[in-house]
């Protein structure tokens, strides 16, 4: 059954008599009856996440940058519950749930080691402590359990509703559990026993495929394996991609020379290595890696010879983007402290310069993509203060306030052409290109053309296509024999029989 005006929704949550339904949508919190009638605004509010309606009729919310609030089932002014903690690094209070007596709750602190800690608290804020789990999502299930992925499953352990404290051992209950967005497990348990829970689709192959700019096939380089990130050297002959591995669930940077058809593997470390970028020389090449648990950036000479050299090492998981054409920067992404979950920077590059960070689109919204056209001007990227679809903005680079928006309705990945005078980026499977020019006082843009629709694979990658001096795309594509990646609900029931006696 669909229900009228709900298409934007997210963060969705049921009231406790299992009527209503809250949800989140274009920065407003709303209900709806399911009995019928329009939803209702019961107040404004950015960046939920996570959400639990008591039976007192409290709803309780986490946010990006925030402790939790709480709001009145029938509408008000949200009120502040807890508060975050700078000594312990806290970034924000989410995926609140309330216990039984509708009084006190459980939580998670977000800090900047990238670590989730379980809290707990209290709607008068007389009470509150810590539970002994680092998580990526709780759930309360009577008679007195809290669930919590490890490992790729769903775990249960008792929890003392008296001294709210852990009792016994945890047991795995179910799984294996996809992640979804932000490293929350997507779960979810009933108060009759019943608990239900996301498998992850199988991790698909992909394949490099030449696409002239009507979309037909030009060949195809090597066999298709776990390719992702592709980046093409500057002269065209050598490929950078990393590689995932099943068996380590790691990625590997591996360089595939175009002319011979061969690749060698540049990175060794047992962490992820992943997102590479070359040199405007071609010499060196940067990555992305969390050998240090937090996602830090890397570069090494493209040949292999020598040591991966640290750029950037910091508590905040940082993405690489772009590497300017003059040399002069390495764009990448990264929580910035009171802002978005990702935001632009820029690291400067050039000899003698400081490796001093500094932000490019730091903003209250999600921001990142960011690709520097060829003459180093601009900065195309991509954003969500739209509503919750991205779409495709420039503004001038180093930043000065201005922007403009490129692609009228969604759109993500956007890759400028050699000589600066097009812009590409993806609608769903189209790429289109918009004609543009940079190199007047103003950024001008012309109308968006669909060049072809392909079979992208990978969603949520950096990039899904190359575009290459010679007017070609290399396309990250699913092999024409593949179904799309699809995952699965398993639902079992009675679940507390399972074991944890």
């Known amino acids: 059954m669909a229900i009228p005006e709900t298409e934007d929704a997210t963060d969705i949550f049921w009231s406790p008599d299992s009527r209503s339904i809250g949800f989140f949508a274009n920065g407003r919190l709303k ?31 986490g946010g990006k940058r925030r402790g939790l609030v709480r709001v009145p089932a029938q509408g008000g002014a949200p009120q502040s519950v807890t508060t975050l903690d700078p000594r312990k690094g806290e970034l924000d209070h989410v995926a609140p749930v309330f216990l039984p007596d509708g009084r006190r709750f459980v939580y998670l602190a977000r800090q900047a080691q990238g670590q989730s800690q379980a809290k707990w608290g209290s709607l008068d804020g007389k009470e509150s402590g810590d539970l002994p789990l680092q998580s990526g999502l709780l759930q309360y299930a009577p008679p007195g359990y809290l669930l919590f992925p490890r490992e790729g499953a769903v775990f249960a352990q008792k929890l003392d509703g008296r001294s709210m404290k852990l009792a016994g051992a945890p047991w795995m209950v179910g799984g294996p559990v996809s992640q979804g967005d932000g490293q929350f497990s997507r779960f979810s348990a009933s108060g009759n026993g019943l608990l239900a829970w996301i498998t992850e689709a199988p991790r698909s192959f992909s394949e490099l495929v030449w696409l002239d700019a009507s979309g037909h096939r030009a060949g195809a380089v090597g066999p298709p394996d776990g390719y992702g990130s592709p980046a093409l050297a500057p002269d065209g002959s050598r ?20 002319k011979n058809s061969s690749r060698t593997r540049f990175t060794f470390d047992p962490g992820d290595d992943l997102d590479p970028v070359w040199s405007p020389d071609g010499r060196r090449v940067a990555w992305s890696s969390n050998r240090k648990d937090a996602r830090d950036l890397y570069v090494k000479s493209a040949s292999g010879e020598g040591q991966d050299e640290p750029l950037l090492v910091s508590s905040l998981p940082k993405n690489v983007e772009d590497w300017s054409k003059d040399g002069g920067h390495l764009i990448f992404n990264q929580p910035v402290e009171g802002g978005p979950e990702f935001a632009i920077f820029a690291l400067p590059m050039g000899p ?15 921001e ?28 001038p680079f180093p930043p000065t306030g201005g922007r403009w928006q490129v692609s009228p309705s969604v759109g993500t990945e956007p890759q400028w052409k050699a000589d600066g005078n097009e812009l590409y980026y993806l609608s769903g499977n189209k790429l289109l290109a918009v004609p543009v020019k940079t190199d007047g006082v103003s950024f001008e843009a012309g109308v968006p053309r669909v060049l072809f629709e392909a079979r992208f694979a990978g969603q949520g990658r950096r990039n899904r296509y190359v575009a290459a001096r010679d007017g070609r795309f290399l396309v990250n594509t699913l092999p024409e024999q593949t179904q799309p990646e699809l995952s699965s609900i398993s639902v079992l029931v009675n679940w507390q029989a399972a074991g944890g006696k």
């Open 368 to 395: 990142r993509q960011g690709r520097l056209s060829p003459n180093s001007r601009f900065l195309a990227y991509t954003s969500n203060e739209s509503g919750r679809q991205s779409q495709v903005y420039v503004q």
């Open 352 to 366: 003698g310069a400081e490796r001093k960070p500094f932000p490019v689109r730091a903003r209250e919204f999600l």
């Open 31 to 61: 209900r709806v009856d399911l009995a019928g009638g329009r939803p209702q605004t019961l107040c404004t509010l950015a960046d939920v996440s996570y959400a639990d309606w008591s039976r007192d009729d409290v709803i309780l919310l």
């Open 239 to 258: 490929l950078a991609v990393d590689l995932y591995d099943p068996s380590t669930k790691t990625r590997d940077i591996w360089i595939l020379d175009l």
